[in-house]
């Protein structure tokens, strides 16, 4: 079966840091760029950061530069992303999706809250 | 950054009825806009790429139009599993890639 499997999210104080997973299967995932996209009640849908299949580039959007890391594992067809220096407004459910050009499969999501 | 603004907010209809979605883009984005369903408690998924190509799978009551800054998505007949939030995304110029609000079609 295609799918992508996120886990890591959690509980987290602010300033905090995690690191969320995403297991990809059914297809070849070196082939893939990929993205990790979350969504909270009141921004909605915001894009944080994307891979490209040979990690040649990447790109994270301004508010998490510096905090954000993305990463992947071609051998373990995994996808990561290490958040540090976390804030309140990083609450949200965080999906691993699948290439940046058709977002075309998303994980079911992995819920991460910061708070005290 | 490019904004995209989608209308209504909500969309009131009876099953058989025609939906008809606004994405509105803040610059020209080309055709390189997206359409997303949405239903509670899953994951977004891709209904059209690229303004009006259906992706696998979507049924042909699904269809998208437009080009710049001007987009619909149009569901000729719904059906009960229509209703759901629908969400436009733009990739013509990011970082950042960029969704809209979001329309909640909902049943009257």
């Known amino acids: 079966e295609v799918q992508l499997v996120e886990s890591g999210g959690g509980l987290v104080k602010p300033g905090g840091s995690l690191r969320l997973s995403c297991a990809a299967s059914g297809f070849i995932f070196s082939s893939y760029s990929m993205n990790w996209v979350r969504q909270t009640p009141g921004k909605g849908l915001e894009w944080i950061s994307s891979i490209s299949s040979g990690t040649t580039h990447i790109y994270y959007r301004d508010s998490v530069k510096g905090r954000f890391t993305i990463s992947r594992d071609n051998a373990k067809n995994s996808l990561y992303l290490q958040m540090n220096s976390l804030r309140a407004e990083d609450t949200a459910v965080y999906y691993c999706?699948?290439?940046?050009?058709?977002?075309?499969?998303w994980g079911q999501g992995t819920p991460v809250t910061v708070s005290s | 950054e490019i904004v995209l603004t989608q209308s209504p907010a909500t969309l009131s209809l009876s099953p058989g009825e025609r939906a008809t979605l606004s994405c509105r883009a803040s610059q020209s984005v080309g055709t390189y806009l997206a359409w997303y369903q949405q239903k509670p408690g899953q994951a977004p998924r891709l209904l059209i790429y690229d303004a009006s190509n259906r992706a696998a799978g979507i049924p042909a009551r699904f269809s998208g139009s437009g080009s710049g800054t001007d987009f619909t998505l149009t569901i000729s007949s719904l059906e009960p599993e229509d209703f759901a939030v629908y969400y436009c995304?733009?990739?013509?110029?990011?970082?950042?890639?960029?969704f809209g609000g979001g329309t909640k079609v909902e049943i009257k």
């Open positions: 995304l733009q990739r013509n110029n990011w970082p950042p890639l960029t």
């Open positions: 999706v699948r290439d940046f050009l058709l977002l075309d499969l």
